[in-house]
């Protein structure tokens, strides 16, 4: 042993020798017995890691290539008993030392999680390790030889690779656009997942089970194919990553569009083998691009038809779009000033001044505005109107700029006469006047142009959405009448349907341009909410309680019955949808007067008012929403949850009664709206008791409606209608025609006439008519009126109107009720 000892080499050999054993209960290294040699000699020798646990309190010897599993305790852990070595894991391995002791059989272990004391702290650790028994020559096992590595990285890295593959399978699984194929190219036999099944229209089970890959071309498009087989081929020959796009047609017809990746495995004489990828759905995202595509062209035509110059950045001031107008006045190439090259365009005395202020803006959202010197193609420096306001998403964050640059150089030129001594001044008036209304109608009609844009945006979005449902199921009415179906209610109602709702948003909007013809009467508000409490409540809902404070002594209004109650309907709605938890809505009334000074700052005449108040302890509203709550189509609720018109038409129906409206909000407490209707003074007639009782709108062949309308469309759905009804018509295209008619000696009982027609107005036909016929009717019919028949927004109270659009039943009440006067 002593000569196998001292030929060893290594750090551990050298420590055995060096090692004091007179501590230990081993004998000196030359009375070893041959066993403890023998295996000592083995284990010294092995580059495996191996150690020897030798007698009753397993003393610890071991080899280089062990020492690293002992970690800190190397080199102290050298004949020491294992009790002392392994403390933190003695419960683990004593057993286990006894089990070889005691049954003279040795074991295996693989992936053993021992915690171990590393660094201070407890650590699980996993080993493969092995234990056999050495025995004595009697047979006696007297020693226990060890052999193991730490398997805890490559556990560590396998659990990763498993999560990672979960994770993997886990995300294919959650969408139904990813699919998944291998092809084995020399038998050709596709393998795919469920998913690649269903896009590419195959049964999953000839996918799971292979299949030629001609099998999955069956749905290509056709003008797709050709491109298809050809990228396949060049893969397959040159080793080139694929990828395509193509069109699959579904079953019902419908277009879906996927994208395929893969990259073919070759044998090592360049055989190609396998060719595993991947095929995404990306239909969505082709639809998106289009529409996008469709969005920018749009977006393109209605800037590059402005004056103004328009820009675009986003939202760290990246500058990465500019109209025509902005390279036709520079003379720039196209590109040339994106980014931060801009700058570079302004005057030298204005550079800084100009981008200081961008970098303000920049970091606060608050608007740009700013006067500076732009250079001209022609070489010359012009003054501009540089603005730019901040686009915001639902969480207030800055997603985009959108600016402008307005030549102002007559305003400035203008400026600067002004600034002249006054007998220049005098002179250059003359010359500049002309200049600057010019350039000042142009700003003007550019801001007007810019609020017409956001209203007419918000007209086309309502309007298109109603006329989709129309024109929809006017073309599925079409089908299945020529098919001979009769089942069309549904698609009857639904176009009558989006034309109400066009009736409807024609009339706010009317309402919001003070132009709806109003029917004003003598109004007690108290008495009216009092007669709206019951419908309030019910309409509010459970959740939210009504209070109605009316003032005693309350002064009576002039104003439309109607229009007021929806006001005050509408206001409460409002109130309710920002109390989605409940709360209180109350409705007030008082006698208020307004100030000489209130009235000059909210422009509305001073002088005794009528104060309804709608408040509720909502939400609240922030002065931005506030500032925008009266604009038409503005709305902070959900889309399809409000009209944004809703406001604008109180705005509107309240100017035009000559009264005011006033928001009070503060966010977390409530909103009041407060509306303010001059007091009535007047003498307060007998209120019209008298009924026309109205059956069925029905007439008869013995009564005679002349009816005058220049919109031949329109002429023959009343004229139809009304003979539909069971009258005699007689039509005419023009207040000519018709005066021709009665002076040949027709005597209609009614005049049924529109008011906006070419040459004669229908006021201007009704008098000539009446002038020859004094007992006949006149029944007026718009869509639109300044004041033919309106003055100053009211309808006179002997006038007759009906409003369009309407209907076969508004068109027989409204016949009947007025022929029965």
């Known amino acids: 042993m002593m000569h196998a000892l001292s030929a060893a080499d290594g750090e551990m050999a050298e420590r055995i020798r060096m090692f004091d054993w007179r501590g230990s209960n081993l004998d000196p290294i030359a009375d070893w017995p041959l066993e403890l040699q023998t295996t000592l000699a083995l284990c010294l020798s092995t580059d495996l890691p191996t150690a020897i646990y030798w007698g009753k309190d397993f003393r610890l010897l071991y080899n280089d290539a062990w020492a690293p599993i002992a970690g800190e ?27 070889v002791i005691e049954r003279r059989k040795g074991f295996r272990v693989a992936d053993q999680m021992l915690p171990m004391l590393r660094g201070g702290r407890v650590q699980n650790t996993h080993w493969d390790y092995s234990f056999a028994p050495i025995f004595a020559a009697g047979g006696r096992v007297v020693g226990i030889f060890n052999q193991g ?19 993997l399978e886990y995300a294919l699984g959650a969408s139904e656009t990813v699919g998944t194929w291998d092809w084995d190219i020399p038998n050709d036999r596709l393998v795919a997942d469920a998913r690649f099944a269903r896009i590419y229209g195959v049964e999953r089970e000839v996918a799971a089970g292979g299949a030629p890959i001609a099998q999955y071309f069956t749905l290509v498009h056709p003008d797709d194919l050709a491109r298809l087989k050809a990228t396949i081929a060049e893969a397959l020959e040159t080793g080139a990553p694929f990828s395509q796009e193509y069109r699959l047609i579904n079953r019902d017809g419908s277009i879906r569009w996927v994208s395929a990746q893969g990259r073919v495995t070759r044998a090592p004489d360049a055989t190609p083998l396998r060719f595993p990828g991947v095929s995404f759905d990306v239909t969505d995202r082709r639809v998106a691009e289009n529409a996008l595509r469709e969005s920018e062209e749009r977006f393109r035509a209605i800037t590059n038809s402005i004056d103004q110059m328009i820009w675009s950045t986003r939202p760290d001031g990246h500058h990465d779009y500019y109209n025509q107008r902005w390279y036709d006045f520079t003379g720039v190439p196209p590109g040339s000033t994106d980014g931060e090259a801009w700058n570079g365009m302004f005057h030298p005395e204005d550079q800084d001044r100009a981008w200081t202020t961008w970098l303000h803006c920049l970091s606060t959202g608050d608007t740009y505005h700013i006067e500076y010197r732009l250079r001209h193609r022609s070489g010359d420096y012009r003054w501009v109107l540089g603005r730019a306001q901040p686009v915001r998403n639902e969480a207030g964050e800055i997603t985009r700029w959108f600016g402008t640059c307005t030549d102002i150089q007559e305003i400035v030129d203008a400026r600067e006469v002004l600034a002249k001594s006054r007998e220049e001044l005098t002179r250059e008036i003359e010359k500049r006047t002309a200049k600057l209304v010019e350039a000042q109608d142009q700003l003007r009609q550019a801001q007007k142009m810019e609020a017409v844009g956001q209203l007419t945006g918000g007209i086309a979005h309502d309007f298109n959405n109603m006329l989709a449902v129309i024109i929809g199921s006017v073309n599925l009415l ?27 948003l024609t009339q706010r909007l009317l309402a919001f341009s003070r132009r709806q013809p109003l029917q004003p009467e003598v109004i007690d508000a108290n008495r009216m909410i009092a007669g709206m409490s019951e419908l309030l409540t019910r309409t509010l809902g459970e959740l939210v309680s009504v209070e109605t404070v009316l003032a005693t002594g309350l002064w009576k209004v002039h104003a439309d019955n109607s229009q007021l109650e929806n006001a005050i309907l509408n206001l409460a709605v409002n109130g309710r949808d920002a109390m989605p938890v409940g709360g209180k809505l109350t409705v007030e009334t008082a006698n208020s007067y307004l100030s000489e000074e209130y009235a000059y700052d ?18 609240g509203m922030t002065p931005e929403v506030m500032a925008k709550a009266f604009d038409p189509f503005f709305t902070t609720k959900e889309v399809g949850k409000g009209s944004g018109l809703g406001l604008s038409q109180i ?30 003074d007047g003498e307060i007639g007998p209120k019209d008791n008298h009924v026309v009782l109205v059956s069925s709108g029905r007439g008869s062949l013995s009564e005679t409606i002349l009816v005058v309308e220049d919109d031949q469309r329109v002429r023959a759905f009343s004229t139809e209608a009304l003979r539909e009804l069971g009258y005699t018509v007689v039509e005419a295209g023009s207040g000519a025609q018709a005066l021709a008619l009665v002076n040949a000696g027709l005597k209609p009982d009614l005049l049924f006439t529109d008011i906006v027609m070419p040459g004669m107005t229908g006021r201007e036909l009704a008098d000539a008519v009446k002038g020859l016929l004094p007992t006949v009717k006149v029944l007026y019919t718009t869509g639109y009126t300044r004041n033919a028949v309106v003055h100053n927004g009211v309808l006179g109270r002997e006038t007759q109107l009906l409003q369009k659009p309407f209907s076969l039943d508004q068109l027989g009440e409204k016949v009947r009720r007025v022929l029965d006067l």
Do not use: C
């Not at 109602?493 to 409807?504: I, L, Q, V, W």
């Open 73 to 99: 305790k190397h080199p102290w852990a050298l004949g020491r008993p294992a009790s002392e070595v392994w403390s933190d894991i003695w419960h683990i391995i004593e057993p286990q030392l006894n089990s």
């Open 149 to 167: 590595t730490e398997t805890t990285a490559r556990l560590s890295a396998e659990r990763a690779l498993r999560a990672s593959e979960e994770r």
């Open 478 to 504: 079409e089908k299945r009448l020529a098919r001979g179906e009769t089942d069309l209610a549904r698609f009857i109602e639904a176009a009558k349907d989006g034309a109400n709702r066009a009736a409807s």
């Open 602 to 619: 909210n422009a509305v005449a001073a002088g005794q008012y009528v104060m309804i108040a709608v408040s509720d302890t909502g939400t």
């Open 651 to 680: 705005f509107g129906f309240v100017r035009q009664s000559n009264g005011h409206v006033k928001i009070y909000s503060e966010e977390g407490v409530g909103s009041s709206v407060r509306i303010y209707l001059p007091r009535y």
